[in-house]
């Protein structure tokens, strides 16, 4: 009979070792695999908005400007939205064969990586861009009308900028919340088609 304080009950620290090694090397991975998305990402974003603003009138560079800016709203909301949704409907979809389904699942079992990748990669990157817009936009404004000195209209624009964004942000918080399952299957959806699409290219190219 095994006495109340056994040594082999205790656990085997080689094992903790090992299993907390894979921990931090999974770690290591993913903050360099955030890193270089993050850098590929604003790099992108950065390259296409700064062609888009040079080639567009004042009006368009402003639209621009709205469109980072809601792009950035989007993807804080879906960020939420995966984090406060159940997996169980989507089982039930999954169970169904309903497009979207299985990625449903798969995006809330991966949702802190998900929902890390939405808020601060693509959110915080469309916040930055958003600023440089702005002060692209505000140097067309400037030579349009020179109604107003540069400074203020930048300091204007940035000021509108920012609070379009935490408005957005607040009020689609709550959408999040409260359609997290529509937004989640909605994004599940767009990742099934991709798939579906691009598994039709390769049997087409064979």
Partial sequence: MKSKHDPSDKPDPKHRKTRNGGKTASQLHWLISIFLMALLISAAFSFFSQ?????????????????????????????????????KPFHSMAARKVPGGAEGIWLLRNAGKVSSVCNDVVGDICGIISGTAAAVVALEAYKSTQSLPQQVIQLLLSALVAALTILGKAFCKQIA???????????????????????????IQK
């Fill in 51 to 87: 062609e888009l603003l040079n080639a567009a009138s004042l009006l368009g560079a402003f639209f621009i400007l709205l469109s980072i800016i809601v792009i950035g709203i989007f993807f804080d909301m879906l960020g939420v939205a995966v984090t406060a949704a159940e997996e």
């Fill in 177 to 203: 919340l409260d359609y997290s399952t529509s937004i989640v299957h909605c994004a599940a959806k767009l990742i099934w088609r991709f798939k579906h699409l691009f598994l039709r290219k390769k049997k």
